[in-house]
């Protein structure tokens, strides 16, 4: 795709305020997960290059991989010092040196990530993008677009017959190719979306996409638990579809385009915002149990926002490096 979309900025910044919302445990916690990661996916998958050079797999390295290593140091130092021993952490007893592991292989559960989770998607997002170029080589179109087909379908394989810890979730981001291609090889409908904007449509498949979902068990990509594997696809391709059409027919809303920039900050820093809200919710109110009622994970969410926002303008203008190397507010 040659020039960036301001539609696209404000999927990505929905996308981003989703994951927040979602790692708060909300009522609709089970919908959001159905689709929200593979629209990540999709969105990347837009902006992959059209030709496999070693400049733009240096480029891809520098947005997703360098970053994701020095959000990665700074977390577990933190984590290491001072946050594994407060909170949940405290009562897991859990070791230093696999959550050092973790940093380096970016996958792991709790034992290995208590640090930052939510970082795995960024090597993901980098071998995803790399398993493509290596496809573009390929100049029989026909062997191009089953490799498409046949790397999910044995990611979906190796992840339900080998449970082991994969280097960067190599076998996560072999399910997440079909929506990175997807998101690469449709770029021009996709961004002719507003051909297809009737409301009846895209409500139709709104519906759709919610009524599919219930028939699913819990998607937790980062865990590659996809219950159906057929009905995972399914809705996140209709989840995905709606919100994109949804969000090109509706006016612009600044504060989810100025969201959409700042992903990685905000992926980085929400649950250390969330442990700092906590903080203040003992000092203040002197809470010791966190049973949130859904208004309150809603007000939770905007405020964790609120935090980081001021953060990541100070990221983007001093240490761009953080935010994938570019300026982009």
């Known amino acids: 795709m040659g020039k960036r979309v301001e539609w696209i900025d404000q999927v990505k910044g929905y996308a981003i305020l989703l994951v927040v919302y979602g790692h708060n445990f909300p009522l609709v916690e089970k919908y959001i997960y159905s689709f929200h990661m593979p629209l990540f996916f999709i969105i990347a998958g837009m902006f992959h290059p059209s030709k496999t050079t070693f400049a733009k797999i240096l480029q891809r390295f520098k947005k997703l991989i360098i970053p994701y290593y020095l959000w990665s140091i700074l977390l577990f130092s933190f984590w290491a010092l001072v946050g594994r021993k407060f909170g949940e952490s405290a009562n897991l007893n859990l070791s230093v040196v696999k959550n050092f592991v973790g940093v380096i292989i970016g996958q792991g559960g709790i034992q290995y990530m208590d640090w930052g989770i939510p970082m795995w998607f960024l090597p993901c997002l980098f071998v995803c993008s790399l398993l493509l170029f290596c496809i573009q080589i390929i100049k029989n179109k026909a062997v191009r677009f089953s490799l498409i087909i046949v790397i999910p379908s044995l990611g979906f394989l190796v992840s339900k017959h080998f449970e082991i810890l994969y280097f960067w979730s190599f076998d996560i981001a072999m399910v997440a190719l079909l929506f990175y291609a997807i998101g690469y090889y449709f770029q021009e ?47 996140a391709f209709l989840g995905s579809s709606f919100y994109i059409l949804l969000i090109n027919k509706i006016p612009k809303i600044s504060i989810l385009h100025r969201l959409g920039k700042i992903t990685i900050p905000i992926l980085a820093l929400q649950l250390r915002t969330m442990s700092f809200i906590k903080v203040l919710l003992v000092l203040v109110f002197g809470m010791t149990v966190f049973d949130f009622t859904e208004f309150q994970k809603i007000a939770i969410t905007l405020l964790q926002i609120a935090i980081i926002t001021p953060m990541a303008f100070f990221i983007n203008k001093y240490l761009p490096i953080l935010n994938g190397g570019s300026k982009k507010i």
């Open 189 to 235: 409908i996709i961004y002719r979306t507003k051909h297809y904007n009737s409301w009846l449509f895209i409500i139709s498949i709104g519906c759709l996409h919610v009524l599919l979902q219930e028939l699913n068990s819990k998607i937790d990509m980062y865990r590659s638990d996809y219950g159906n594997e057929f009905l995972f696809i399914l809705n």
